[in-house]
């Protein structure tokens, strides 16, 4: 099952396309100068090609100045020049930088050329010079590579997607290992928020068998609160064994989870906090839900909204449905969430209080987006004012 909401993985998605756009963008237009700079590096040849050609037809009235400087200009392309039957001539700008015979040079030198020169007959088509010495038609062959930097542009998209790929390796093993912080945070949280809930019905219970040696309160009414306790005891139980796994749903009266809930948190709240359900008690309206988890979350932001009253105030429940969702408004009278909690209230250990360890929020959000497919958000909240958390739940998951 997918964790994120649709809203996030529509968004995963785009970027994921913007990011192949960028690259095939980027890998398209390299290609593009490729051919372009490729193109102009062989009209740079045919130039001197020319220019060879014509430096080669010496007639001693012609000014030859410039054809000299355009085959003395060409510094970046590697180039062999061979003979008509193949023999190499001379050469340019490879590492064999001297003016001998290709015969009379060393085997590893004329190795070397031999290689280069087959390699520029894969690369480029030959241009082909005839001058005249004397009276003797001479053919040569101009070979020639691609330059220095027209290999590098050439492999500068896999390098860059090379880079592309390193940088995302990083973010997500970043990603990655923020997760499994974030996770054992969570856990961390899970392990002392099941000791604190337990602890409470525990207490309880203690209490009322120390009343009851002590020959204070009947054993009837201790039985009744015992029998609370337990029940409670098993709420808890069953709602951390759902945590963990996928829970069942189904339909249930959503009106009388929440009037249940305020039932339970009523005798346990503050004495000046008052709580307005603004829906009749006998209203029905069935939902698909988990109703022990649900429950978990009416409490959860019920205790949030006390915290931020300091006890002191009003937390009022509306509700509003229509053919394809419900809608739930917990507001408070508190001090208000600034812009920048707002964006971290629902994280693993947030919180602002100088005791607990901010999961309640986050078990809220896990319950309803991951298990209802709803959404929990602040709708609304202004600082010294109060804040309103709206919870939707689909009437069809």
Aim: proline fraction near 3%; include cysteine; glycine fraction near 6%.
């Amino acid at each position: 099952m997918n964790n994120l909401p649709t809203s996030k993985i529509i968004i995963k998605w785009l970027l994921i396309l913007a990011s192949f756009l960028i690259v095939t963008s980027i890998l398209w237009n390299t290609n593009q100068f490729f051919r372009k700079f490729k193109n102009e590096e062989r009209i740079k040849m045919e130039v001197l090609a020319t220019a060879y050609e014509n430096f080669n037809n010496v007639d001693l009235d012609i000014d030859i100045s410039l054809e000299e400087k355009i085959i003395q200009s060409n510094r970046s392309i590697p180039m062999i020049i061979t003979f008509e039957n193949g023999d190499i001539n001379r050469w340019q700008n490879l590492d064999v930088e001297n003016t001998k015979k290709f015969t009379s040079l060393p085997v590893d030198d004329r190795l070397y050329l031999s290689r280069q020169l087959n390699q520029m007959k894969e690369e480029n088509e030959p241009l082909i010079v005839n001058f005249q010495q004397g009276q003797i038609d001479i053919t040569e062959k101009i070979y020639y590579r691609d330059s220095d930097l027209l290999n590098k542009l050439q492999y500068y998209p896999l390098g860059l997607v090379l880079i592309l790929f390193l940088f995302g390796t990083i973010i997500y093993l970043a990603f990655k290992s923020n997760k499994i912080a974030e996770q054992n945070k969570l856990w961390a949280g899970m392990a002392k928020e099941t000791a604190h809930q337990i602890g409470t019905p525990l207490s309880s219970i203690m209490a009322w068998m120390e009343l009851l040696r002590m020959g204070e309160g009947t054993a009837d009414q201790a039985a009744d609160e015992i029998e609370k306790d337990i029940r409670r005891l098993e709420i808890i139980t069953e709602r951390f064994s759902k945590i963990g796994s996928i829970p069942a749903l189904k339909p249930d009266n959503i009106v009388k989870i929440i009037y249940d809930s305020i039932a339970y948190l009523k005798p346990r709240s503050p004495k000046k906090t008052s709580y307005i359900i603004d829906f009749p008690e006998n209203k029905e309206v069935l939902v698909p839900v988990n109703a022990s988890l649900f429950s978990w979350v009416i409490e959860n932001l019920c205790k949030n909204a006390i915290d931020a009253m300091d006890g002191v105030g009003t937390i009022l429940i509306t509700m509003k449905e229509d053919a394809r969702q419900v809608i739930i408004d917990v507001s408070d009278t508190g001090r208000g969430i600034s812009r920048t909690e707002q964006r971290d209230i629902f994280n693993p250990g947030y919180t602002s209080k100088k005791r607990g360890w901010g999961l309640g929020l986050s078990l809220s959000k896990r319950i309803i987006r991951d298990y209802h497919k709803g959404k929990i958000f602040v709708k609304s909240s202004t600082m010294g004012e109060g804040t309103t958390f709206r919870v939707i739940i689909r009437k069809k998951v």
